[in-house]
């Protein structure tokens, strides 16, 4: 029994030292209280865009309770990059039918690197309690063929289909 404790505690102590060292994707760090004063994540750098590279980044807020914007969309196929900020609490980030899963934490850029295949919606709901309206906090996730997305305005300005 004794020993059996001791191992359960190893565990706890080899873990926690072990993403001590190895941090998960929250090392970079935003004021969430400025979002919409400017810099990065102001209302006009919101949604998709195309870099040098050709990949595409996708910037986000969440926000009680809403994603904004809250329909995206991507070309498939294509390296994606998205990059999220939360304005107030923390809210949880997810790609039905992907492996996209995060947390958006005040004070930290969430960032996740992913591919779409298929050309389809996915459904993006806020999976962590954030508040009354949680349960209506959700946005889409439009993966397009690539000759349906609009490259050459996307490199210019960010692209969505949220409305307006
Ligand atoms: Cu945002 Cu739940």
Same mark, same amino acid.
Not at 3 to 9: E, K, Y
Not at 45 to 52: E, K, R, S, V, Y
């Given at each position: 029994m004794v020993?059996?404790?001791?191992?359960?505690?190893a565990i706890v102590v080899f873990t926690s030292a072990h993403w001590g060292l190895h941090p998960p994707s929250r090392v970079e760090t935003i004021d969430s209280t400025s979002l919409h004063a400017g810099g990065e994540f102001s209302e006009a750098?919101?949604? @998709? &865009?195309?870099?040098?590279d050709g990949s595409a980044v996708v910037r986000i807020v969440a926000q009680q309770y809403a994603f904004v914007p809250d329909?995206?969309?991507?070309?498939?196929?294509?390296?994606?990059?998205?990059r999220l900020a939360s304005a107030d609490a923390v809210h949880g980030f997810l790609v039905q039918d992907t492996n996209v899963n995060a947390m958006v934490v005040p004070g930290y850029?969430?960032?996740v690197? @992913? &591919?779409f295949k298929d050309s389809r919606e996915h459904l993006m709901p806020c999976h962590e309690f954030c508040g009354v309206g949680h349960q209506a906090m959700w946005a889409h996730l439009r993966v397009v063929e690539r000759e349906k997305f609009p490259f050459d305005e996307?490199?210019?300005k960010a692209v969505s289909c949220a409305r307006h």
């Open positions: 020993g059996l404790l001791a191992l359960l505690v750098n919101l949604g @998709t &865009m195309i870099a040098p329909c995206l969309v991507v070309p498939a196929g294509v390296p994606v990059t998205m850029v969430t960032t690197r @992913t &591919m996307a490199r210019e």
